[in-house]
């Protein structure tokens, strides 16, 4: 009697500690599982088609650091997990994206890989829902010079066009009255960033050098497969130089078809966005004398730290990283050195941490070779920005000249007042 | 619109041919696929949606085949032929099975291959573009200067190509037996069978023909175009005007309208610049009103 007696309270005993375990599980356990989760970050990007190099770049550049945090323990124990999605560059599709990384996969930040067009339709998703973005790509410039556009928790680590346009000027201006280059065409793609980046770089041309005459501007859509038309006219108008700010597999194939022309040996081309490891080796024949910015080469800044950055990509991912490398690196420094500055994940916490951040980068030409979130308007400056010419070989360019960051401030700020933006 | 740009440009030998040239160039090379396309509707009854992966095939197998022999008129050849192979297994595994449904179960099956090899394509040759196969060593020269208009050799080579295809391909469809009886099934095949003619064999032969032109068109353009997935689509849109400007199923009609969608693009440039894209359409669409068939198509 006493045994089942025992038996009962045994049972009994079981049946609470059960219920009460199963409801600790129900309860209980996905907090402590919170707090113990995995820092979650959600990628928009373009993974495929004619720019995947683009999305493929720079999610390469955010992982080479994450696993480093990773691998040193991460936060408190916490790592940090991508969760990347190919948006094929449609802007309504990044938006669905985000929107579905914050409400569904619940991340808590987004690092935002998406080119212009869709990145402004990110901006619009995380306006309303207040996730903490880090724009890596756009260089746009409105996204974070116009007010009416900017958001408090909305941060650009990506090169910005007025930025690059005054480095671009000055460098050109420069040419122009050293081999009287007056007449100037453009062939830009047919969408935001091309129009806004053409728009800029002569508005910024025509301070330094007010007698320039800008005979054509050609405007194929974006992954137009051939450029005859366009090129035709630049046969016709004979200008002394042409501004392209077409980019990845689109400006290859204009080179590789302007060549065909002899185009570049009566025109000199500044094309912005050339210096790219991934876009000169793609070109059949590359050109010597090409002019572009420095978008991402090892050579420049020539400096220990970014030929360690450079090597250190290339043994992971088999290829040089790009201009979009370093840019996802970059943020993805400043947002860890942030959430460990703060000690959380609430956006409005990091957006105060990253505010006038300053971090050493071997991208960094500010004092103590150093790269700054600037508090104003949010948006990364004293990055590098060369100016030189192409070879046809490693390493690829040759006598880059530095952009002075103080007079691309200066500009920037009459470009701004001219706008009213300020 | 720049009427004064246009009418200097038609007044001046030099403007004048380069464009001409431009346009005869892009207007060849759409030629070589639309023309595909077209034949395949004509005897077919198929509108082919997924011709657009037949042109990015072209340009993958001519890449994949300089790689490997670093020779540009045989990979152009094998890039041609390849699409041709994989045109017979399209049509004999697929294609055939939907020759009598409607236009809807065609479509759906179109949109799935071109899903389905679009990613496949990704798989293989990965999601990066790949850089043009370049021009032949032969065309690697300054461009001519003739009445000072600046034309690539290689240019003329391509038109000149494109040009001989056309003729070859009148010749077969007009002089041989083949072509009277490919003509003879796109008007009744049933009297065909009747006569013991394998109409199955004449059905194949043309979708081999038009996926091997599509091919080839889309191997020459690899040698000056980044070659990426999807890069049918746009293509697909410019065959699908040619075909509806030419009259659907008329070789000759897709010839003529391919040389207007060329000088259209060309000269449009000059003219309206920005408006290059919107002017094919325009065209199209004052086809469709004034002559709804096509400049060469029959009157059903």
């Given amino acids: 009697m006493k045994n089942k007696k025992s038996y009962r309270t045994l049972r009994r005993k079981l049946m609470k500690y059960g219920f009460a375990g199963t409801a600790y599980a129900s309860i209980g356990f996905p907090t402590l599982l919170k707090a113990e989760s995995n820092i979650k970050i959600g990628i928009p990007t373009l993974l495929s088609g004619r720019v995947a190099q683009l999305g493929i770049?720079?999610?390469?550049?955010?992982?080479?650091i994450i696993d480093k945090f990773n691998e040193a323990g991460g936060f408190n124990g916490r790592k940090i997990e991508l969760i990347i999605r190919d948006s094929r560059a449609k802007p309504d599709e990044a938006a669905r994206m985000t929107r579905n990384l914050i409400n569904s996969n619940k991340v808590d930040i987004i690092l935002n890989c998406e080119a212009s067009s869709a990145s402004f339709a990110v901006q619009e998703v995380i306006r309303e829902s207040g996730t903490l973005c880090l724009h890596c790509i756009s260089e746009t410039s409105s996204l974070t010079a116009d007010p009416s556009i900017r958001t408090w928790n909305a941060f650009r680590f990506a090169r910005q066009g007025i930025h690059d346009a005054v480095g671009s000027a000055s460098y050109a201006a420069n040419l122009?009255?050293?081999?009287?280059?007056?007449?100037?065409?453009?062939?830009?793609?047919?969408?935001?960033?091309?129009?806004?980046?053409?728009?800029?770089?002569?508005?910024?041309?025509?301070?330094?050098?007010?007698?320039?005459?800008?005979?054509?501007?050609?405007?194929?859509?974006?992954?137009?497969?051939?450029?005859?038309?366009?090129?035709?006219?630049?046969?016709?108008q004979k200008p002394d130089a042409i501004y392209s700010c077409l980019w990845g597999g689109d400006l290859v194939s204009f080179i590789d078809q302007a060549a065909l022309y002899g185009t570049f040996k009566n025109s000199e081309l500044f094309a912005i966005n050339l210096a790219d490891y991934t876009t000169m080796s793609a070109i059949k024949n590359l050109p010597e004398g090409l002019h572009s910015a420095t978008r991402y080469i090892a050579a420049y800044p020539d400096r220990q730290e970014n030929r360690d950055f450079d090597s250190a990509y290339t043994s992971r991912f088999g290829d040089h990283p790009t201009n979009w490398s370093w840019e996802t690196a970059v943020a993805t420094d400043f947002l860890i050195s942030a959430i460990q500055e703060t000690k959380s994940l609430n956006p409005k916490n990091i957006s105060e941490s990253l505010k006038g951040k300053s971090r050493q980068s071997f991208i960094g030409v500010g004092e103590g070779n150093t790269v700054t979130m600037r508090s104003k308007d949010q948006t990364l400056v004293?990055?590098?920005?060369?100016?030189?010419?192409?070879?046809?070989?490693?390493?690829?360019?040759k006598d880059i000249k530095a952009a002075d960051w103080e007079s691309i401030q200066e500009l920037e700020k009459e470009w701004l007042t001219s706008k009213g933006w300020i | 619109m720049e009427v004064l740009a246009l009418l200097d440009c038609?007044?001046?030998p030099a403007c004048l041919l380069s464009q001409a040239v431009g346009g005869l160039k892009i207007g060849m090379l759409l030629f070589l696929v639309a023309s595909g396309l077209t034949l395949i509707f004509g005897v077919l009854g198929i509108i082919n949606f997924a011709h657009g992966i037949l042109y990015m095939l072209g340009a993958y197998f001519a890449w994949q085949a300089m790689e490997l022999t670093g020779h540009f008129g045989l990979s152009v050849l094998i890039g041609a032929i390849g699409v041709g192979i994989f045109g017979l297994a399209f049509e004999r595994g697929l294609i055939k099975r939907v020759y009598e449904s409607n236009l809807l179960i065609q479509i759906l099956l179109c949109y799935a291959v071109i899903l389905i090899v679009d990613d496949l394509v990704m798989i293989i040759w990965g999601d990066e573009f790949l850089s043009s196969i370049g021009v032949p060593e032969i065309f690697q020269v300054p461009p001519l200067f003739i009445f000072d208009a600046v034309i690539p050799p290689f240019h003329l080579a391509i038109i000149f190509t494109s040009l001989l295809i056309a003729i070859l391909l009148w010749m077969l469809m007009t002089r041989s037996r083949f072509g009277s009886l490919v003509r003879a099934a796109a008007i009744n095949?049933?009297?065909?069978?009747?006569?013991?003619?394998?109409?199955?064999?004449?059905?194949?032969?043309v979708f081999v023909l038009g996926s091997f032109l599509a091919g080839l068109g889309g191997a020459l353009a690899a040698s000056e175009r980044s070659i990426v997935s999807q890069m049918g689509n746009s293509i697909l849109i410019e065959s699908f005007i040619v075909t509806v400007i030419g009259g659907m199923g008329s070789i000759g009609g897709a010839f003529l309208a391919s040389l207007i969608i060329g000088m259209a693009r060309s000269f449009g440039a000059v003219a309206m610049p920005l408006f290059t894209d919107g002017l094919m359409f325009l065209i199209m669409v004052l086809v469709l009103i004034l002559r709804p068939r096509g400049i060469m198509g029959e009157k059903k």
Avoid: C, H
């Fill in chain 2, 189 to 205: 095949p049933k009297m065909l069978e009747a006569l013991g003619i394998n109409t199955n064999f004449i059905r194949y032969s």
């Fill in chain 2, 10 to 12: 038609l007044s001046a």
């Fill in chain 1, 57 to 64: 770049s720079a999610t390469n550049g955010i992982k080479l």
């Fill in chain 1, 176 to 236: 122009v009255k050293e081999k009287g280059l007056k007449k100037w065409m453009s062939i830009g793609p047919d969408y935001a960033y091309g129009r806004d980046s053409t728009a800029t770089f002569f508005e910024i041309l025509k301070k330094f050098s007010p007698n320039i005459e800008i005979v054509g501007q050609g405007w194929p859509k974006l992954f137009q497969p051939d450029y005859t038309e366009v090129i035709t006219q630049i046969v016709r």
């Fill in chain 1, 382 to 397: 004293n990055y590098a920005i060369g100016w030189g010419s192409t070879l046809p070989k490693e390493p690829y360019m």
